[in-house]
């Protein structure tokens, strides 16, 4: 009888149990309807991840090729929509036809201009309603066809300009125009540098000293976001030895397979760079990983400027440079 009574007393209060715990309660009946469909959801949304920089909206100058291109690719990847600009409106086109549908669009631009950089934010504000990102790489060598020479003791005045005007000033009025349409909601400017602006090269003065320029100036612009209390980080990029049209001049001429190994034998790591390995640098720098980062300048260069080799030249040439390395 014994065993009765605390059979009857545990059967009682498992039935207890079991209708306060819910089970027979509307809302548990709800939950139980639901809990499929929501457990799949949730799965599929955590096997879908966010793009490192998931819909926001990108500038990238002088995007037809090289590095441009390798980082208006690299943005999409990682979720960006992105607007490609350079000089070369065929090109430019022909770049963005390449990637995902309605996810780039194309700008002509000289960014030398003060009215193509209104035109550009305009569009691009206009498109996607905000600038978050903008990444300053237009720029030229001065060793294309149409230069003269570019040491320091026969560079003519006129070429100095002109280099300064593409690469520093391009820069300067990217900067200015991002911080003036950046600075409510925040966003994240890189300036491609390069090793040559961090050492001198006797036979590209001008161009160095346009490199030079935009390191320093990255680090005035990311003091001033600070300082105004703007939500802006501004950080360089510094390439080197990267296997892009840029390279074209230093190494034309009968023995360009010679010349690049040249290159590359000078390389600590082994070999030249390619156009991702500046992309995901850029990419880095872009993002919310690196919010506490600004003023900084990132070498991309196989540690060449950690050694003491790999000095930019022209290597055995014996025709003038016929490609825009822009």
Not at 19 to 37: D, H, N, T
Request: net charge positive; aromatic share 8%; charged share 20%.
């Amino acid at each position: 009888m014994k065993w009765f009574k605390i059979s009857g007393v545990f059967l009682i209060a498992l039935v207890l149990s079991f209708f306060a715990g819910g089970y027979f309660s509307p809302v548990r009946k709800e939950a139980q309807k639901k809990g499929r469909s929501e457990t799949c959801r949730e799965t599929q949304t955590s096997s879908t991840p966010q793009g490192r920089v998931q819909n926001k909206v990108a500038i990238v100058t002088g995007g037809k090729q090289g590095i441009g291109y390798a980082i208006a690719q690299v943005l999409i990847q990682e979720g960006a929509y992105v607007v490609v600009t350079d000089i070369n409106n065929e090109l430019g086109f022909k770049a963005v036809e390449k990637l995902p549908s309605g996810k780039a669009l194309f700008i002509q631009q000289d960014v030398s201009k003060e009215a193509d950089w209104e035109n550009v934010f305009k569009k691009t504000i206009s498109w996607k309603g905000r600038v978050d990102i903008v990444v300053n790489n237009a720029g030229i060598s001065g060793l294309t066809k149409g230069f003269g020479p570019q040491d320091p003791e026969h560079t003519s005045l006129e070429d100095f300009k002109k280099i300064q005007a593409i690469n520093t000033e391009g820069t300067f009025l990217g900067c200015r125009f991002a911080i003036e349409n950046m600075k409510k909601n925040g966003g994240s400017i890189v300036n491609i540098s390069s090793r040559s602006g961090n050492v001198g090269v006797p036979t590209m003065c001008a161009y160095a000293a346009s490199k030079a320029a935009i390191r320093s100036m990255t680090k005035s612009v990311a003091l001033w976001c600070c300082s105004q209390n703007y939500p802006i980080r501004c950080n360089s990029v510094h390439p080197a030895a990267i296997d892009t049209p840029f390279w074209d001049p230093m190494v034309e001429g009968q023995s360009v397979e010679k010349n690049r190994q040249k290159i590359a034998d000078e390389i600590p790591m082994g070999h030249m760079g390619e156009p991702n390995d500046v992309a995901y640098a850029v990419l880095y720098l872009a993002s919310n990983e690196s919010k506490f980062v600004t003023g900084a300048e990132l070498m991309v260069d196989g540690g060449i400027l950690a050694s003491s080799g790999a000095l930019p030249r022209v290597l055995e040439t014996n025709q003038p440079p016929q490609k825009d390395t822009l």
